[in-house]
Nanobody, 125 residues
Framework: VQLQAFGGGLVQAGGSLTLSCAASGSTFSRQTIAWFRQAPGNEREFVAA????????YYADSVKGRFTISRDNAKNTGYLRMNSLRPEDTAVYYC???????????????????WGQGTQVTVSS
């Protein structure tokens, strides 16, 4: 499985961006897709996830109500719509997928085997 994340950029606080994550392979619909982010000097942190089985979504408290994760299985693509962006959202954003993520591990980076290359999001104040 190969993932390609894109859509990052520079945006003013309060603005919006949509990140995309294109996946290769034919098993995307059964995979959990997640977004993580990492700011300089910080550990990689969970942002959002969309389970392939059941379709449940999960969000970090810091982005709940502002970010929306979605997926288009026909296009093998996941999305992260980010509204009301804040300077503290500045980070490199990574998408990840795996078909074996259990519910209790959906927020853990170690649960995901396949990762995209990351896309930079910078929010200016």
């Amino acid at each position: 499985v190969q993932l390609q994340a894109f859509g990052g950029g520079l945006v003013q606080a309060g603005g919006s961006l949509t990140l995309s994550c294109a996946a290769s392979g034919s098993t995307f619909s059964r995979q959990t897709i997640a977004w993580f982010r990492q700011a300089p000097g910080n550990e990689r942190e969970f942002v959002a996830a969309f389970r392939g089985s059941g379709g449940s979504t999960y969000y970090a408290d810091s982005v709940k109500g502002r970010f929306t994760i979605s997926r288009d299985n026909a296009k093998n693509t996941g999305y992260l719509r980010m509204n009301s962006l804040r300077p503290e959202d500045t980070a490199v954003y990574y998408c990840a997928v795996d078909s074996s993520v259990i519910l209790s591990s959906v927020r853990l980076s170690r649960a995901y085997k396949y990762w995209g290359q990351g896309t930079q999001v910078t929010v200016s104040s």
